[in-house]
C-alpha cells in the first residue's frame, strides 16, 4: 500500500490506472472535469491526503471498491449469470466503465438523466428500470436510442406500449422493452400470469417495438433480514414473473433477457435457473443498511466491503461526552430510521442534529475525541447518499487518486 | 393573474421583472446560466407551460413567494427588529438578493460553500452561522471575507478563537465573529453566564478579531406545536442568551447583534426586547414540516403560503385505487417522518416507493388519477428538499419566468 501510494505521487495518475488494467479494459478513464477535480480554493485535488479534503467529503477507498468489483464478477461467471449493475447508486461514467471493463453487460439506470449522462460517458448496454411516461421522457428517450441504440425501458401498460411506438415510428427508431412485472411490491409493473402475457402479445405486435424480455426486480427482497428468509422471500416473490418467462418463451415470444436481483439476493437468485442477469447496485459502495440484512454465515453481511464513506470534522465540542460534526441530514441519507455509523473510535452513537450537524454521543466511545478531529462514517444508504454529493474523492490508500464527478439531480 | 402572465409572455423576462420593483431593488436579477436556463433536450425553459417541464421539477409560484417576502418585511419593520434570513433554506443568489431588496440586513448561511456562492453573487452582510473549524473552512473563510468584508462567523471555544486571530494575522484580515451560545440544544454554542462572558473577553482582547456580538438559535423551539408552548419553549431557551447579552454589554463589550429566531418564532421573540435581528428560513417556500406547527389562530400554520411545491408523473398505475410518481427519496427531502403532501386531488395518501417512486393510496382521494398525470406536493421539510435539485423553475401562474440556481452540494 505504502509503496503503491509512494509510487501514485510519483507518477501521476496515469501510471496508478496501469496498474490495475483489469479493471480499466480497453477504455482508459478519463480526467475528471476542472469543476470537480479542483478543490475551492483551487488546489487540485489529486494527491492531496484525505487529512486535507474540504468536509463533508464523499470518498471512496478504491481498493475496497476493486475487491468488491472484482468478487461480484467472479460470482457471476462461477454461478453462470450476467451482470448489468445498477447505475443509480452510483450515477458515475467512471464506475460504469469498471464495472463493464470487469465484465458486465452495461448498466441498469433509474432515471432519463442518469441514462443521458452515461450514454454521453460512452456506456452502453443501458436499461432504464422505470417507465418513461410523458412527452418529456419520451422524447429524451428517443434521443438517448439515437444515440445508444441498445438502450432498453420497461412497459407495463398497454397504452403505454401504444405511445412508445407511435413515438418511435416518428422518430424512426426501434425502443427497446422489457415487460415490467409487479412481485409482490405493488410499486409498478404489470401482474404475472394472464395480464402480463397479454401485453406481452401487444408489445410485440406494435412496430417500432422490440420486445426483449421481461425486467422484474423485488425490492422488497433485498433487505429482507436472515440468509435463508431472504432466499424464501425472494423465491417466492419471482416465481410467478419466471413461470410467465416459461410461459412465454413455449408461446414463441422471442424473449432474451429476464433482470432482477440485487445486492441482497446476488448469491440466491441464480438458483432460481431462469434469470439471465442481475442488477445488483449497492454491492461496489455497501452502507449500514445492507451491513444489517445478514449474510449467508451470521448476522454481519460482509460479502462486500464498505468502500463509501463521508469524512466529516468535528466542529464544536464543549462537553466531555458529546461533539458535533459538521455533517447532517445533507451529507447523509435520512431516508431509513438510522443513520451513519463511524468508524472510529467505536462505541460512539450518532444522532441527527439538523441540515449540517451531526452528534455523536462518546459516553461510550473508545477514545476522546478532539475539535477538530476528522471522522469517517459508513454511509446509512448509499444510493441517496451519493446523490447529496457533486463528486466522489477517490482514495488509494490516505490519498486522492481521482476524483469521478456524479450526475445527481434532474433534468 | 392572467393579463400579467400575458404580459410576462409577450415582453420576456425584463419587463415582468420591472413590474415587481420593490422586490428587485437597485440591484437587477442576473439571467440564470444556460446550463439551468435550458431543459435537458435543450429548450429554454423561460416560457414554458409548467405541464411541459421535466418531472420531477422543483418549482416556485413567485406570487406566493413575493407575498411571503413582502409579510415578514412588514412584519419586521412594524416590530422593531431587522432580518438577515437563513439562505441554507435556499442556497441561491435570486432569492437573496430579493430579500436583501425587501430590508434584509444580508442573509445567515450554513457552510462555507453557500456563503462562496452568495459572496460570488454579490450578497453581503453574509452570517455563517457554523463554526468553520479546519484549516480548509479557515482559509476560505479568509477568502470570503477578502471579497466580503462585512462577513460574520461565529465561534465557541477560545482555542478556536485563538486559530481565527493568527490566521486572520498571517492573511492581514480581520475577521468579524459572534459567540455562539447555546440555547439548550446541545448542538453547538457555549454556554450561557460565565462560560460565555470569558469567551467573550477572549474574543474582545485578540487581535485580528472583532467581536460583534451574539448568536443563538433555538432550532428546537421552531417547531414546537401550538403557538403559546412555543412562546413558552422560545423565551425559556432564549433567556439565559438574553441575560448575557445584557451583561457584556452592561461590563462595555461593543455587542450590536443578538441574532436568532425563525419562521416558527418570527412573532415570538421580538416581544423578548433583546434581539437584534432574526434569522427566519423557511418562510419564503414554507413546507409540510411547518404546516404542522400551528398558528396564532388555529392548528395549522398557515402565516406564509406554501410556493414551494414539487411536480411529479403518474408513471404506474395499474390499480384502480393507487397510482406511482415519478418521485421519491432522491426528490423529496426524507429527515421527518412525514412525507409530501398532494395539493390535488384531496384524499390521496403518499408512502416511499424507493429512490425514484412515490405510491399514492387513493382510496379516499377526490377524483380518479390516470398515468400521465401531473400532480404538486408541498414538500416535507424545505430546506433539505431543494438540496436535492439543481434548480428552481419559478412560476407566474402557470408559465416559467425564470430559472435560479441552486448552489447545492460541498466544496
Redesign the interface.
Known amino acids: 500500500m505504502t509503496t503503491s501510494r509512494r509510487t501514485f505521487l510519483r507518477h501521476g495518475l496515469g501510471l496508478a490506472a496501469a496498474a490495475t488494467p483489469a479493471l480499466f479494459g480497453g477504455t482508459p478513464p478519463s480526467p475528471a472535469p476542472a469543476s470537480t477535480a479542483t478543490?475551492?480554493?483551487g488546489r487540485p485535488a489529486v494527491g492531496l491526503s484525505k487529512h486535507?479534503?474540504?468536509?463533508?467529503?464523499l470518498v471512496l477507498d478504491l481498493d475496497v471498491f476493486e475487491r468488491n468489483l472484482a468478487k461480484m464478477a467472479a460470482h457471476a461467471k462461477a454461478a453462470g449469470i450476467a451482470l448489468r449493475p445498477h447505475a443509480?447508486t452510483h450515477k458515475c461514467v467512471e464506475v460504469a466503465r469498471r464495472q463493464i471493463a470487469a465484465g458486465a453487460l452495461g448498466v441498469c439506470v433509474?432515471?432519463?438523466?442518469e441514462a443521458?449522462a452515461l450514454a454521453a460517458g460512452g456506456i452502453r448496454g443501458l436499461l432504464i428500470t422505470?417507465?418513461m411516461?410523458?412527452?418529456?421522457?419520451i422524447?429524451?428517450l428517443l434521443?438517448v436510442t439515437a444515440q445508444a441504440p441498445d438502450t432498453m425501458s420497461v412497459v407495463?401498460?398497454a397504452?403505454?406500449a401504444e405511445q412508445l411506438s407511435a413515438a418511435a415510428r416518428s422518430a424512426g427508431l426501434t425502443l427497446n422493452l422489457l415487460l415490467?412485472l409487479?412481485p409482490g411490491s405493488?410499486?409498478?409493473?404489470?401482474?404475472p400470469g394472464e395480464p402480463a402475457k397479454a401485453l406481452a402479445r401487444t408489445v410485440a405486435r406494435l412496430p417500432h417495438l422490440r420486445l426483449r424480455g421481461i425486467h422484474c426486480y423485488s425490492?422488497s427482497s433485498a433487505h429482507v433480514v436472515g440468509f435463508e428468509a431472504r432466499r424464501v422471500h425472494s423465491e417466492k416473490a419471482m416465481a410467478p414473473a419466471i413461470a410467465t418467462w416459461h410461459d412465454l418463451r413455449r408461446d414463441g415470444l422471442p424473449l432474451e433477457i429476464l433482470s432482477g436481483g440485487s445486492t441482497g439476493t446476488y448469491n440466491i437468485d441464480p438458483a432460481f435457473g431462469a434469470m439471465t442477469e442481475l442488477q445488483v447496485g449497492s454491492y461496489v459502495f455497501m452502507d449500514v443498511d445492507y451491513r444489517r440484512i445478514g449474510g449467508s454465515r451470521g448476522p454481519l453481511y460482509d460479502d462486500f466491503g464498505a468502500a463509501l464513506r463521508v469524512i466529516a470534522?468535528?466542529?464544536?465540542?464543549?462537553?466531555r461526552q458529546?461533539a458535533?460534526v459538521?455533517a447532517g441530514?445533507?451529507?447523509f441519507?435520512?431516508?431509513r430510521k438510522f443513520g451513519p455509523e463511524l468508524l472510529e473510535p467505536t462505541g460512539a452513537v450518532f444522532s441527527?442534529?439538523?441540515?449540517?450537524?451531526g452528534?455523536l454521543d462518546l459516553k461510550e466511545a473508545s477514545r476522546e475525541v478532539a475539535?477538530?478531529d476528522?471522522l469517517e462514517f459508513i454511509v446509512p444508504?448509499c444510493?441517496?447518499n451519493v446523490?447529496?454529493?457533486?463528486r466522489l474523492y477517490c482514495l488509494r490508500g490516505e490519498h486522492v487518486e481521482a476524483v469521478w464527478p456524479v450526475a445527481?439531480?434532474?433534468?
Chains 1, 2 share one sequence.
Open positions: 478543490l475551492p480554493d486535507d479534503l474540504p468536509t463533508p467529503a443509480k433509474a432515471t432519463i438523466r443521458e422505470s417507465e411516461v410523458g412527452p418529456d421522457k422524447r429524451r434521443r407495463d401498460d397504452g403505454h415490467d409487479d405493488r410499486r409498478t409493473g404489470i401482474a425490492g470534522t468535528v466542529i464544536s465540542k464543549t462537553e458529546r458535533t459538521d441530514f445533507k451529507a441519507a435520512t431516508d441527527w442534529g439538523g441540515d449540517e450537524h452528534i475539535r477538530g476528522r444508504h444510493d441517496p446523490n447529496l454529493h457533486d445527481r439531480g434532474y433534468g
